[in-house]
């Protein structure tokens, strides 16, 4: 049974979990099962113009470094193990860093090594669901290499306003490009942001209008769980970008620290907003099981008031349903040879009914 249970694929619903077994000794390399096969785009780029190709020799790679101010060198599928460690070995890049990016779900970080930074963060898509997709980012020297699990349009933006050579990404250095990188990263939290507000609001209107049904704790629960594995990815993000700000940092010039600045602004602003939608989320959820208890209340008043008003009427009807012989005894339901005795027993209990009604509608019980 439990054999089972670790062979067949699981849906992490709280974020993918490092895929490491136990015993296995540190930096050991291994291929996640149905990874992608490993391509390499290299885009090199000055004031003046660039170039780029899909990368097939690595023994090329420092070509392209003489030749060109800024490099960017993007892997994109972590499916061969051989070539990401002989991109590891030309780069300078530990294979402790190599193996978090290959295992994926690791918490964000930032690690300097002698050769390069090394910073390691998650991305949010709305497609249409939530995902997270893990991007590292490695920067040495004039180079700047990404390594992202699959093919996807996360950075498709930023290497089209450089071949475009929009902006001044042309005329900065590697590490304008390494911010260029995290603040597209940071940006794709704000859409994130407003589809979940939007769907706050949507569901807000349904408690509100009393049209919600039970499906509405079912689907704040989901929104509470997601913008939970938004902010498992937010916290760290937000001491990365504050660590690259840091003067001991020799990697970053003097001239990115205001773009920096800029991007971790929006990060305390992206977690001031998931913050904010998390303490809603959990506030409708409040007050949807409150407006159930209310409605429930509402019928269970309703009921009680119509039980009260038939009480009496009950018991009318009770006491006139005994079957005690009337010759026996003068006492004995007297009433049944009345001739008026069934018109007496219906107007009394009418009597008895609109009585309870008015008494209970001037207290304003209903």
Partial sequence: MFKNLLTRP??????????IEPGTPPATLKARPGGVATTIRVLAYSPDGYEEETLEDLST?????DRWPVVWFQV???GDVDRLEQIGALFGLHPLALEDII?????PIMEEYDKGLFILVNAVTLDPELSTE??????????VVTFQSKPAPLLEPLRDRIIKGRGRSRRMKADYLTYNVLDIIVDHYFPMAEHYGLLLEELEDQITTASGDGRIVAQLHAIKR????????????????AGLLSPTLDIISEDVYPFLQDCHQHVMQV??????????ASSLSDLYLSSLSNSMNAVMKTLTIIATIFIPLTFV???YGMNFNPERSPWNMPELDWYWGYPFALILMVGVGLCMYVYFKRKKWF
Avoid: C, M
């Fill in 76 to 78: 994109v599928g972590l």
């Fill in 317 to 319: 009807a009770g006491i």
């Fill in 134 to 143: 893990q991007v590292a980012i490695f920067t040495s020297g004039n180079a």
């Fill in 103 to 107: 295992n994926g779900g690791q918490r």
């Fill in 271 to 280: 977690i001031e907003i998931v913050t904010t939608y998390n303490e809603a």
């Fill in 226 to 241: 997601e913008l939970l594995t938004v902010r498992r990815s937010l916290w760290p993000l937000r001491e990365i970008v």
């Fill in 10 to 19: 699981i849906k992490f619903r709280y974020g993918h979990v490092p895929t």
């Fill in 61 to 65: 790679v420092q070509d392209w470094l």
